[in-house]
């Protein structure tokens, strides 16, 4: 029995040990870096952050100057550009177009004057910067300083400085050393013709712009208006010469020449006229029309006829004689028999409205 228990406690021992031996894991072996290694790695990410870090500085310090340089570029473009004006003028001619009317316009132009210099044309400064710069007209206007930043219409840059061009007339002409741009005007009045074209209001419209030294009114029937209609073959009055320095005056003269005829001696005269006008060679006063106001004056609710005349206004048609007549009137009656009139109220225009080429539209 003893042996038999011995035998027995043996192999339960054994048993034991096979098991334990099946559940004991054994741990893992660890895998080691060398040093070199791992110095080579770290050097890698250290040269890696260098350059993004230098990148990130780049970019920075780049968008940084790009704006200040954009920033500076704006401050600058809103600085005044600083300029020197020399004038040069005739002192003697009162006449003579005013430069300092353009001092304002220009220092509204972002532009600083830093400096104003005037001179006469007889002194010797003056006269050695026409010769320098060409100038033919005076007055005359020269810039220097930063004339490539101003912004000025009108002037030419001529060698280190801008040079004023365009000169309105009156002005000093130094090739003739002759004023142009004084304009004489000579009227010549229609005869008996209260009613004709007003040459003096369309003379009065041209003087802002035109400078009118001489004005001379002529009855057609003196001599020396005699010459000036055979001379110029004129043949509508009223009528209004002009000297030749009119054509000075670029804008005006296009307009002028568009109502009148440039002669050979280089005046002016207006030929298109408004009705009425007294032809020449007729000796006929043209357009003076009689107005006839053709009404029913029992008809209460029909509309004022004079609202016509207001019309008639608009194409300057002004009649010289008026009446009203009733279509129930043995006058009236024969109106509408002669003209084959169908309705009332209506106007009737005598045959001198013919003149009136905007009616012919109608």
Do not use: W
Not at 151 to 163: R, Y
Request: aromatic share 6%; glycine share 4%.
């Amino acid at each position: 029995m003893e042996t038999h228990e011995h035998k027995d406690h043996e192999h339960k021992h054994e048993e034991h040990d096979k098991h334990e031996g099946i559940n004991i894991e054994m741990p893992a072996e660890k895998k080691h870096v060398s040093p070199l290694k791992l110095y080579k790695m770290i050097a890698v990410v250290a040269f890696l952050l260098l350059i993004v870090i230098a990148f990130s500085l780049y970019t920075s310090y780049d968008i940084n100057t790009a704006a200040k340089e954009a920033n500076a570029k704006s401050l600058e473009s809103l600085r005044p550009a600083a300029i020197e004006i020399i004038s040069i003028r005739d002192k003697t001619c009162s006449y003579c177009f005013d430069t300092d009317k353009l001092l304002p316009v220009i220092k509204q132009s972002n532009i600083n004057i830093t400096k104003e210099t005037y001179l006469d044309y007889s002194e010797k400064e003056a006269k050695d910067l026409i010769k320098e710069y060409n100038i033919q007209k005076l007055p005359a206007l020269i810039v220097n300083g930063e004339i490539e930043k101003a912004s000025l219409p009108g002037f030419t840059k001529t060698n280190d400085a801008s040079i004023l061009s365009q000169i309105n007339p009156p002005y000093l002409d130094l090739a003739s050393n002759k004023i142009k741009g004084l304009v004489s005007a000579t009227i010549i009045n229609a005869p008996n013709c209260e009613s004709c074209f007003n040459v003096t209001t369309a003379l009065d419209q041209l003087k802002p712009i035109i400078k009118i030294t001489e004005e001379i009114k002529l009855k057609s029937s003196k001599n020396e208006a005699q010459d000036l209609i055979q001379k110029y073959s004129i043949n509508l009055l009223p009528t209004l010469i002009l000297s030749e320095d009119v054509f000075e005056y670029q804008q005006a003269s296009k307009i002028l020449e568009k109502l009148g005829t440039k002669e050979s001696d280089g005046s002016y005269v207006l030929r298109s006229l408004a009705p009425p006008y007294y032809n020449v060679s007729s000796g006929e006063i043209k357009g003076r029309v009689k107005l006839t106001m053709l009404v029913d004056k029992s008809c209460t609710t029909c509309y004022n006829v004079s609202t016509h005349k207001r019309i008639l206004t608009g194409f300057n048609l002004i009649p010289y004689k008026e009446e009203t007549v009733d279509i129930s009137s043995s006058l009236g009656q024969d109106l509408v028999k002669k003209y084959g009139i169908k309705a009332a109220p209506t106007i009737i225009l005598s045959k001198e409205a013919s003149a009136y080429n905007t009616l012919k539209a109608i």
